[in-house]
């Protein structure tokens, strides 16, 4: 999977600082978690919630895909 433009909100960097997410495991879990909830009616992209289980934990990500 292509990380390239992959961006963080300031929301998303605040909550990774205070639980200790570091950017791979982020990665980690949109490469291989699982989409345990789609929003393909938002606007104007569709959003994902993933969720994996890395170094032991459940980590929730929200992702929404700009074309």
């Known amino acids: 999977m ?37 929003n393909l009616e938002n606007t104007p992209f569709p959003s994902y919630l993933i969720l994996d289980f890395v170094g032991g934990r459940a980590l929730h990500v929200y992702e929404k895909f700009y074309s």
Not at 7 to 21: G, K, L, V, W
Request: charged share 25%.
């Open 2 to 38: 292509n990380f390239e433009n992959l961006i963080f909100s300031s929301h998303a960097i605040r909550q990774m600082f205070f639980m200790r997410i570091n950017d791979r495991e982020v990665r980690q879990a949109i490469a291989y978690g699982e989409i345990i909830e789609e």
